[in-house]
């Protein structure tokens, strides 16, 4: 049993304990509970190429503790490997919200996996910032939900329009589609579809594949008996690669002007460095890329400080394409928390609906269902890349912008023979 | 588009692709259709050696010598993996069927982690000057990305078939699943027999992995995609035969080829499991395997 006199320097020990962060710590923060940010991101699985975005989180997060914190509370990270399986996606988000008691939310990455949490977001009435799910709230319309990704309204059938204004500007008559059997790929393609025939262009192939398909060849020699003068593809990584390949391997038709639009792969290192010359000449899209038009400051102090700990991580050393738009998501959160001085969802929501937002990819206003009032996705096409040294995608004038008009750094190259060629 | 190039080129692509895929499934033929051990960690194995593959290409081996180099370490590997299947289950009274498929998916599981802790999740591809240019016959475009790998297959399941066949070793592989027990009474080890058998199958993955990153590029989660295809061929080949398993896997590619090109690619998944339930509806025993 312990006498008084122990039991008054336990207490007095303790109550020191307690004290000494608060007495001696660097960096103090107003309140003690900090505002937690939940997220799922694909650590392992097929899609764990797009864990660099965790970096983007990771850098946000440090910037605005170092500034102060949020509403003088420090911000903490919560995340969870999804295992880039869609049945994870609800639990994950049941324990950030029940058992973590997050404030903020972003969404997991894409379309595929974020689609079996948008009934719980809005079922809860959530706030919640979507990270590349493309038309992820068309259905569920959440009035607390908003995107990081620059796809813009009416983003399931607009969202590469792009491509379709280029082809229509070349006087494309003639356009065969091709998709992945996903969420994405599929909306892409249906999209695409509908725009071709706004634009009076007959669709002479249309056809989707399984995911991991290895071999085109079929495909081409069937799209190239259709006589198109276009080609949009909704593909990824791997299938991009044996896309690519298989061009190269079967040939395609002279008439063809543009070919690409909705590939993913070729805006990651790991394509972009293996395929390397055989990208020369492809159209397609993309949410950042190294031309005068799209340089800041801002922007460029983001990559400096990504490139290291990418390349210390074994990630993507480039990371154009996703991880800028996971420090936006960041930006978004604290531009909702500290202009409506709450993390009350209807407060941030209404903030956001109501203000337009400075982030690293510049000014965002968003629209009833939180898609960018302004869709700001990229054509860009590939040009004079030799060898397979990922550096020159560093420099300007490798992936040139053709659309949106805005930020056009150079002129469609065409027919796409003769740009790939060159 | 019924013309006659598209259907000559499909099948000629069905042929390759088959031949592909007898690569993938040789090492299944053998665990699973000799042995009897439902090794589904299989395809993850040959994943992984792909991955070996890639990274002796990366000091500027072609990939067949790579894989070539392979044989010994993954060989190594086949025994030590037998070695922990037979401590855990074989000698504490024979294997269960459910036991042996948890310990395999746990296997796989960590094959996976490992190679994306080792080589990050991103595709890895090999480039090889064979890769993206092709074999113009007549009207027949072949590429050599299909056509190098797709030679690997005949080579090795001539060679494994042969050394099954021909060897008193190989002999002793093939009366071990029958009847263990004269094994024994001939004066054999049935456990070194398996171990040995397990360690040829986990060979050939290294082989099969150089196939497949030929064709395409690979990340450490692409064994799971060839699981169901892999086990069709093995089952619907016969239980043991390996010269079987070439001609299912040629027919199963075939029929993929037609399907993607005449009717829909996002059928052709389904076209291998289309043929084994109507192979097994026929013959049970599957179409080269002996009835027992």
């Keep these: 049993m312990k006498t008084r006199r122990q039991f008054h320097k336990l207490v007095a020990v303790t109550a020191a304990g307690l004290a000494a962060p608060a007495i001696f710590g660097s960096k103090v923060f107003a309140q003690d509970k900090p505002i937690r940010v939940g997220a799922s991101v694909s650590l392992t699985g097929p899609l764990a190429s797009t864990k660099n975005g965790q970096i983007g989180y990771e850098l946000w997060r440090d910037d605005v503790n170092a500034a102060g914190g949020l509403l003088d509370r420090k911000v903490e990270l919560v995340i969870y490997d999804d295992q880039s399986s869609a049945a994870n996606v609800p639990a994950i988000y049941s324990k950030l919200v029940d058992v973590d008691a997050c404030d903020v939310l972003f969404s997991p990455y894409g379309a595929n996996l974020s689609a079996p949490v948008m009934p719980f977001i809005k079922q809860r009435d959530l706030f919640m910032i979507g990270m590349f799910g493309l038309a ?11 995107h990081s990704g620059p796809w813009g309204p009416n983003s399931g059938r607009d969202w590469a329009r792009g491509f379709f204004d280029l082809a229509k500007a070349q006087g494309v008559k003639k356009i065969a589609i091709i998709n992945a059997d996903l969420e994405f790929s599929k909306n892409a393609a249906k999209g695409g579809a509908e725009v071709a025939k706004e634009y009076g262009m007959e669709v002479v192939f249309n056809q989707s594949y399984p995911p991991n398909t290895s071999d085109f060849s079929s495909m081409i020699r069937n799209i190239n008996a259709g006589d198109p003068e276009a080609i949009f593809i909704a593909s990824y990584p791997a299938d991009s690669t044996a896309i690519i390949r298989g061009v190269k391997e079967i040939g395609i038709s002279d008439k063809v002007k543009l070919f690409g639009g909705a590939m993913i792969g070729p805006q990651y290192g790991a394509l972009l460095g293996s395929l390397g010359p055989e990208l020369n000449g492809l159209v397609n899209s993309h949410t950042f890329v190294p031309e005068p038009t799209m340089q800041t400051p801002a922007i460029k102090s983001f990559f400096d400080r990504y490139t290291p700990i990418a390349v210390k991580q074994g990630v993507d050393p480039l990371g154009f394409y996703i991880p800028p738009f996971y420090y936006v998501a960041g930006q978004l ?27 690293i990819a510049g000014k965002i ?11 700001r996705v990229l054509m860009v ?5 030799k060898g397979n040294d990922l550096e020159q995608f560093r420099n300007p004038g490798h992936q040139v912008i053709l659309d949106p008009p805005s930020l056009k750094t150079g002129d469609l190259a065409a027919p796409y023979n003769k740009a790939r060629a060159s | 588009m019924l013309s006659i190039d598209i259907l000559l080129n499909a099948i000629v692509t069905g042929i390759l692709l088959g031949s592909v895929y007898a690569s993938l499934a040789l090492g299944l033929g053998i665990t699973f259709g000799i042995l009897h051990i439902p090794n589904i960690a299989h395809p993850t194995l040959v994943v992984a050696g792909a991955f070996f593959v890639y990274t002796l290409t990366q000091w500027g081996l072609d990939p067949i010598v790579a894989a070539v180099i392979g044989l010994v370490p993954f060989y190594l590997l086949g025994v030590v993996l037998y070695a922990f299947y037979s401590a855990v289950f074989e000698r504490k009274g024979g294997a269960n069927v459910l036991q042996s498929l948890t310990l395999f998916f746990g296997l796989s599981l960590v094959i996976e982690i490992l190679l994306s802790l080792g080589f990050g999740s991103e595709l890895k591809s090999v480039s090889v000057s064979y890769i993206g240019s092709s074999l113009k016959i007549g009207i027949l475009t072949v590429p050599y990305r299909l056509l190098i790998p797709a030679l690997l297959a005949p080579v090795t399941i001539a060679a494994v078939w042969l050394y099954l066949s021909r060897t008193s070793s190989g002999t002793a592989i093939r009366a071990v699943a029958h009847e263990e027990r004269a094994l024994s009474i001939a004066g054999l080890n049935p456990a070194s027999v398996k171990r040995h058998a397990f360690g ?6 290294v082989i099969a992995g150089a196939a497949l990153i030929m064709v395409g590029p690979i990340e450490p989660f692409a064994g799971r995609f060839q699981i169901g295809r892999v086990f069709a061929i093995v089952v619907l080949a016969g239980m043991g035969s390996i010269p079987g398993s070439l001609v299912i896997a040629i027919i199963i590619g075939i029929a993929e080829a037609l399907v993607s090109s005449y009717l829909n690619p996002s059928w052709s998944p389904g076209v291998a499991f289309a043929i084994l339930l109507l192979g097994l509806a026929l013959r049970p025993q599957g179409l080269f395997g002996a009835a027992r």
């Design chain 1, 136 to 146: 992820g709230n068309d259905v569920a319309k959440h009035d607390k939900f908003f």
């Design chain 1, 333 to 359: 959160a604290a531009a909702a928390i500290t202009g409506s001085k709450s993390v009350d969802p209807a407060k941030m929501a209404a903030f956001l609906h109501a203000n337009a937002v400075d982030t």
């Design chain 1, 365 to 375: 206003a968003f629209n009833e269902i939180g898609d960018w009032k302004e869709r």
């Design chain 1, 381 to 385: 096409q590939l040009r004079g890349i």
């Design chain 2, 200 to 205: 040829i199958a986990t060979a050939t993955a």
